[in-house]
């Protein structure tokens, strides 16, 4: 019998690095006893007492006392063993090595060490320092250049898939002589018990379902990897599986039994497991006198960053100052970084080759192999800074992981989809409670349609209202808008029951608009269905033009087309799925008008997009954007401008693109606000700007909930402001008498005879929050040449400059106004180390105070 994927188990998996609870990948045996797991490491239940030790000292020496008494009588059980530790470069490992030196200086205890591929040396660097301070033996042991390949699948096979943090294990065992008659003594949580390792002092006043736990606890965040609707599902399940766990244990011991029981039990303890294959091991913090003290010291005492240092200290006072991967980061001195073996690009090859392999074979495999964000002909390092790369490549393990697990049980699941599998879970839609902002539609329009008339220009602005039309069902992997698959008119129509707000708002109002079919959306593949839309959007003063959201094709039609999982790479199979789109198209038209305008559904993905989009007969694209910075990490445009411009054969109108200060943003009509769109339109009259082009969504119009479990918005009715909005857009726009609507087809041919530099302008002009002035510095031989430019764009006048030489906060020199606006100070008696500024002043001649000023720190 098929089974239902543990959707919640995955996102506990995702976010946490290891399920929770007694949870199981698989619905239907979701176990209720621990031992059903098979865990590595008992777990504990931890009660709260009603007595706490509240001496500081006491405390500290109660805990040296009982650790080492623990390590006394560990020792004398194995009395017939060799004792070695696994000596990293933290506390816990370290106070069990000075332990044993200590209780039984007898013993022939050694060391062993490895980097366990953390990016750097400090576990060799500061675990040797540790055993010289102790003379024991200590073998560093470096970990292969294979491992990762060679060793991961059978680790993760033999921890069930449960987590991934194991894996060097394996290497590190193989290369050291030990054998049965050795026995370690692991400093397995020590860091939760005695450091306090994500616990705080008022754990016990926060609920279960706090945001501070979901911070806390979570180790990653894998927004890099995901489609956006699939990350936002999962933490709404990460979420609701932590508050249900955390729950299971009482308030004061809370974050403690949570931890021991999960990051340990879950994650942690399958190294232990993989040491038991080879030597036998001994857990000195989970003695149960160990952990009743933890329980008995108080918070405050336990969990202040001094109490393990001095605990150590009455251990062994010289091993307890030596540097340690727990210190405050200045104390840790003296190592250096080191390449993360299973990040190097021959592991990620691998991962990726594997992760490529099951979407070749299962597409996106419930939703978790997002191919285009994994593809491996992006570059996967070079593009990202860290800590973007480093968590970026943590989530890349964590859906190889996946990927195996997948594979090995294949032939169990029933068919899964992680959205519309979780909204079943709770299909009852939440009402947004998010207020639109509050605007004088009037006075905006006073004031911006006073500021155009004075502008006394005779320039004509062609605002391109622009459509995208689409319709994706809840199932849909990439689509945040969504609705039920039997609503599509909502999505669609903006039709919400009492008449479609497209047809009330434009269409019968005769607004030119050009309208980007989604010929490929599964919620319209039926003909007639298709046909409907078209007859609907297509009138006298409309233009019906091409849109596509690659990852949103219909099934059948991949079939039709014979698609695998990496088509769009391909300038052929790209080109023969836009001329599919466009025939279909053309076909539904009466008379099979031609279409010439084409928009993508992404701006990052199509190698060969503007190749492709005119060999598939289009003549005009408006998928490009200025300065896209966002979309996974990769640009697929940069500096474009605004406007209109030729490019490959094709013209080019893309989204207009402004700044508010230093932010990029798109004009979105649902996004940008009303005072936004007016101070666009004057600033686009006022530099001549050939054109505005607005986004809009065929569901920009509704109000959208979403589903407790559901990571996306479900449009449910119309959103009266947005429509509001709207309507006095349009009457701004047609009081405007240099403004006039225009389909995108109809700009190009109104501008095609214009001179080149007039058509399209930088983007930064259109800032809504400009710097008025910029102040250089340059220095060179003991002098410091300052110089000040003015935004011309935005302040009109003659000038004169002044400028203030700043050296660690206080004026030292003035050259005050003039006409010129370069000046030189003389530095040659500052050393580097002196704090350098320039203030420099702008006012207009005649002017009794500066108009404006600005500080350039100089470097």
Not at 292 to 313: G, M, N
Not at 683 to 709: D, E
Not at 754 to 770: F, G, S, V
Not at 798 to 807: P, T
Request: hydrophobic share 35%; net charge negative.
């Amino acid at each position: 019998m098929s089974k239902q994927i543990n959707w919640e188990a995955w996102a506990s998996y995702f976010f946490f690095g290891y399920p929770l609870g007694n949870s199981c990948y698989l619905k239907g045996i979701d176990t209720t006893e621990p031992a059903d797991l098979n865990l590595p490491v008992e777990r504990v239940h931890l009660e709260p007492v009603t007595q706490t030790i509240s001496n500081y000292e006491y405390a500290t020496q109660q805990a040296a006392d009982v650790f080492l008494h623990v390590l006394e009588t560990q020792l004398q059980h194995r009395a017939n063993f060799n004792p070695v530790v696994f000596l990293s470069g933290g506390w816990d490992s370290r106070a069990i090595l000075a332990g044993i030196r200590k209780v039984a200086p007898e013993r022939n205890v050694e060391a062993y060490t490895t980097t366990y591929d953390g990016g750097n040396n400090k576990e060799q660097i500061f675990a040797t320092q540790v055993t010289n301070c102790l003379g024991v033996p200590h073998t560093i042991i470096e970990l292969s250049d294979n491992y990762y390949q060679s060793l991961s699948e059978q680790a993760l096979t033999e921890s069930a898939f449960s987590t991934n943090m194991h894996i060097w294990m394996h290497d590190f065992l193989t290369k050291t002589p030990l054998t049965r008659n050795h026995v370690n003594f692991d400093g397995y949580a020590g860091d939760l018990i005695f450091r306090g390792m994500k616990q705080g002092i008022d754990d016990d006043q926060l609920s279960p379902d706090s945001d501070e736990f979901f911070r806390r606890f979570r180790v990653q965040i894998p927004s890099t990897v995901f489609s956006k609707p699939v990350y936002n599902t999962l933490e709404k399940l990460a979420r609701k599986a932590l508050a249900d766990e955390l729950a299971k244990y009482p308030r004061e011991t809370r974050a403690l039994n949570f931890l021991i029981n999960n990051r340990g039990a879950r994650a942690v303890g399958y190294s232990i497991a993989a040491q038991r294959k080879h030597i036998e091991v001994e857990l000195p913090f989970m003695d149960n006198r160990l952990l009743q003290l933890a329980t008995e010291i108080d918070p405050a005492i336990r969990l202040s960053p001094s109490f393990y240092p001095d605990v150590l200290k009455k251990i062994n006072a010289e091993v307890a100052v030596l540097p340690s991967t727990n210190s405050p980061e200045p104390e840790q001195i003296g190592w250096t970084e080191k390449p993360i073996i299973k990040h190097s690009d021959a592991n990620l090859k691998f991962m990726l080759d594997e992760i490529g392999g099951l979407a070749k074979d299962f597409g996106n495999a419930g939703g978790i192999v997002d191919w285009f964000t994994l593809d491996p002909s992006k570059t996967v390092n070079s593009k990202r800074e860290q800590p973007f790369l480093r968590r970026h490549n943590q989530t890349l393990e964590s859906v190889y992981l996946y990927t195996k697990w997948f594979r090995h049980h294949h032939n169990l699941l029933a068919p899964c989809n992680v959205l519309s599998d979780s909204f079943a879970l709770d299909d009852e839609i939440t009402a947004s409670t998010k207020q639109p902002a509050t605007e004088n539609f009037e006075e905006i329009k006073a004031k911006y349609k006073s500021e155009i008339e004075a502008l006394n220009s005779n320039h004509k602005l062609h605002f391109n209202l622009s459509v995208d039309v689409e319709a994706f069902s809840i199932s849909d992997y990439y689509a945040s808008q969504t609705a039920y698959e039997n609503e599509v008119n909502k999505l669609i129509f903006a039709d919400f029951g009492d008449g479609s707000v497209l047809e009330s708002e434009l269409l019968s109002k005769e607004i030119p608009c050009t309208y980007f079919i989604e010929s490929y959306s599964p919620l319209l593949n039926s003909s007639d269905e298709f046909s409907r839309v078209i007859s609907f959007f297509n009138r006298d003063h409309t233009e019906i033009g091409l849109h596509c959201h690659a990852f949103s094709i219909d099934e059948g039609i991949k079939k039709h087309l014979n698609l695998q999982h990496d088509w769009y790479r391909d300038e052929k199979k790209l080109t023969e799925v836009l001329g599919w789109g466009k025939q279909r198209i053309e076909s539904a038209i009466p008379n099979s008008q031609n279409i010439n305008s084409f928009r993508s559904g992404r701006l990052d993905i199509y190698p060969n997009m503007e190749t492709c989009i005119r060999n598939a007969g289009f003549s005009i694209d408006s998928s490009l954007m200025d300065n896209v910075e966002e979309n996974y990490f990769e640009t697929r445009s940069s500096t474009i401008g605004n406007g209109v411009f030729e490019s490959v054969s094709l013209t080019e109108v893309p989204l207009t693109s402004y700044r508010i200060g230093d932010k990029v943003r798109g004009l979105n009509f649902n996004s940008t606000s009303f005072e936004q769109v007016c101070h666009l339109i004057y600033l686009g009259i006022k530099f001549k700007l050939p054109c505005l082009t607005m986004l809009i969504h065929s569901w920009s119009f509704g109000k959208g909930g979403q589903a407790s479990l559901l990571g996306k918005n479900v449009q449910y009715e119309p959103d009266n402001h947005l429509i509001e909005k709207f309507r006095h857009l349009v009457s701004f726009v047609e009081q405007i008498s240099n403004t006039q609507f225009s389909t995108i087809s109809e700009t190009v041919k109104a501008t095609e005879h214009q001179p080149k530099d007039e058509k399209c302008q930088q983007a930064n002009r259109l800032n809504l929050k400009p710097e008025l002035i910029t102040v250089t510095c340059e220095v060179n031989r003991g002098s410091l040449i300052a110089s000040t430019h003015v935004n011309q764009d935005h302040l009109d006048g003659v000038f004169v400059y002044a400028f203030y030489l700043v050296v660690n906060g206080e004026v030292v020199d003035k050259h005050l106004y003039k006409s010129d606006n370069l000046t030189k100070f003389d530095i040659s008696t500052y050393d580097n180390s002196a704090e350098i500024a320039v203030r420099g002043f702008i006012k207009r001649e005649g002017d009794a105070k500066p108009l404006i000023a600005r500080t350039q720190v100089v470097g």
